[in-house]
């Protein structure tokens, strides 16, 4: 089945430290997201790429890390940057990160703070 | 950035009657729009879509209605069932950007 696998379900995360949040697809999409969901609010963008070795810093991208050395992987990482990163991430793919796209979504991390 | 609270809004329906889901957004400019729904835990699932050029599209027993006037729009959902309960997000996309708004969501409960 084609879609977007995003792992782990569940992370925590230990002050000053950096943690790394996984994005696979095989829906061969060009362009990539991450967004961060926070309880009872709507999704926010954190960065976005639209081909390997390129990606764009979204409207919270304090704190956050992120590459794209393959087509099918866009890793994020939270660093020790990020004050508040208790929430819930959500990775998307789209075909070509153009204009009028529908976004696919995998099924999210949430990240806590221990 | 948007006004957001911890509180969404609530819809409750009973089952087998017909939803209407409601969204203002705010550029004038934004020629695209999407409806996702999500369930508890899970990550957003494409509903329907619709441009500027058009003012209705029609799915499977959903119906998104645009009003570009007043800049509003809606999703209409009929004949609604328990499965259908989870919280609905509308997103526009300004000027023709690869970039998605999304608005804060509307909490649909459906009453057996």
């Known amino acids: 089945d084609g879609g977007i696998t995003q792992s782990p379900k569940y992370l925590f995360r230990k002050e000053g430290q950096n943690v790394t949040l996984s994005c696979e697809q095989n829906?061969?999409?060009?362009?990539m997201y991450w967004y961060r969901q926070d309880p009872g609010q709507g999704l926010r963008l954190i960065y976005y790429?639209?081909?390997?070795?390129?990606?764009q810093k979204g409207d919270i991208a304090e704190g956050y890390s992120v590459s794209r050395e393959k087509k099918e992987s866009f890793p994020l990482t939270v660093t020790s940057a990020q004050k508040n990163p208790t929430a819930f991430y959500l990775c998307?793919?789209?075909?070509?990160?153009?204009?009028?796209?529908?976004?696919?979504f995998g099924s999210g991390t949430q990240l806590s703070v221990l | 950035g948007e006004s957001v609270g911890l509180h969404l809004p609530t819809l409750s329906v009973q089952e087998g009657d017909n939803s209407i889901i409601n969204c203002a957004y705010s550029n004038s400019a934004s020629d695209y729009f999407i409806w996702y729904k999500q369930e508890s835990g899970k990550g957003p699932q494409f509903i329907i879509d619709i441009r500027s050029n058009m003012d209705k599209r029609q799915g499977q027993r959903v119906t998104v209605l645009l009003n570009k006037t007043v800049k509003h729009l809606s999703l209409q959902i009929a004949a609604t069932q328990p499965g259908d309960s989870a919280v609905y997000f509308c997103a526009e996309s300004p000027n023709s950007s690869y970039k998605l708004i999304f608005g804060s969501g509307t909490r649909l409960l459906v009453r057996p």
């Open positions: 790429s639209q081909i390997v070795n390129d990606f």
């Open positions: 998307a793919s789209s075909i070509s990160g153009t204009t009028n796209e529908k976004l696919f």
């Open positions: 829906l061969n999409h060009d362009a």
